[in-house]
């Protein structure tokens, strides 16, 4: 479990923030806070918007999607609003982006070494020799073995893992203060997503670097994070720190979540829980809480009128029927999932 690292003023903090297509909202007012020094976890199921979240705190909304209402401040000054948007100042060298697909993220007919290599020439006007030694360095400290012979490959040549600790090397070699990794290690097998996810996360600490880690796999987080947040359907359903959410979840789909994962002590031939129904379309047409179809606590308030949370608060949950004294059965599922990496 991660130490409680976050002190002071929130280094990264999203207020209310909508992202739209024309075809209507995927991101339906998202807020959010990550403190310095700090790792902040953000959960949900795929396309419950927490990516396109990620993209918009980086400024790399593409295909139409473009942030119409809310903030996103960034040490203490406004970043990104639906009239401004000053992330390109400040992405590659204080905000370091690590995408899912590392493949896509990288130039094929370009050689590793120049590309994990262009933040730094670009941002801190390095020498070429001084920008050489530093790629050798950040690969080396990724678990990047022959790191001289690494940076005269194509990406083709690299295998997963070797790609995506090349893509983190390149988000952290200007030595950000903010790191947003979406889902970094997803493609990777158990042994050697742990491996990079601990390189990562070290390299990161070493750094002093905050962390907003995107992830649907509740043993990462648990793992890692100090705080986490859940979405659904665009929004925050539940926040707070690790532990409390994942031993007691107030809000219906956090546990759900939590029920749905294996244990090492139950029967392993019992059929595991799962939610259902399916999770909404974003954009569509949704519900004042959007779980509700799915929830069996749900009733007419929960059918008519939008649950809500209070902001800022250290914790939080948006349900009108909260679970209490819920059993703590997640954390130890999610624990054992952990120890299992």
């Avoid at 590309?115 to 020799?129: D, G």
């Avoid at 490959?153 to 979406?182: F, M, N, T, W």
């Avoid at 707070?240 to 392993?268: F, Q």
Wanted: glycine share 10%; with cysteine.
């Amino acid at each position: 479990m991660a130490e409680e690292r976050g002190l002071g003023s929130p280094l990264l903090a999203v207020s209310g923030l909508r992202v739209a297509t024309p075809t209507g909202d995927i991101v339906r007012g998202v807020d959010l806070e990550v403190r310095r020094r700090e790792v902040v976890g953000l959960l949900g199921e795929s396309g419950c918007g927490k990516t396109t979240l990620a993209l918009a705190i980086a400024g790399l909304l593409r295909g139409g999607r473009k942030v119409v209402d809310g903030s996103i401040t960034f040490n203490g000054s406004a970043l990104v609003t639906n009239a401004l948007d000053r992330t390109a100042l400040v992405r590659g060298v204080e905000i370091g982006f690590v995408p899912q697909d590392p493949f896509s993220a990288l130039d094929p007919l370009r050689r590793i070494g120049p590309q994990v290599a262009r933040s730094l020439l670009v941002h801190k006007r390095a020498t070429r020799a001084r920008a050489r030694a530093k790629v050798m360095e950040m690969l080396d400290a990724m678990g990047m073995p022959d790191p001289d012979k690494i940076v005269a490959k194509y990406p083709h040549e690299l295998s997963g893992g070797q790609r995506q600790r090349a893509v983190i090397a390149s988000a952290l070699i200007c030595e950000p203060s903010l790191v947003i990794a979406d889902e970094p290690t997803s493609a990777l097998d158990v042994i050697v997503q742990a491996q990079v996810l601990d390189k990562f996360l070290r390299l990161t600490g070493e750094l002093g670097a905050s962390v907003l880690l995107v992830s649907h796999d509740l043993g990462i987080l648990a793992e890692t994070s100090d705080r986490v947040t859940a979405m659904y359907a665009g929004r925050v359903v539940e926040f707070g720190r690790v532990r409390e959410l994942l031993r007691s979840p107030r809000h219906p789909y956090v546990s759900a979540l939590l029920a749905s994962l294996p244990s090492l002590a139950g029967d392993r031939l019992r059929r595991l829980p799962s939610i259902g129904g399916q999770p909404p379309q974003i954009p569509g047409p949704l519900s004042p809480c959007a779980f509700a179809p799915r929830c069996r606590y749900a009733d007419d308030l929960c059918w008519n009128v939008q649950p809500t949370y209070r902001w800022p608060a250290e914790a939080g949950f948006a349900c009108h029927h909260p679970l209490a004294n819920v059993e703590p059965v997640g954390d130890e599922r999610v624990e054992e999932q952990a120890i299992e990496r």
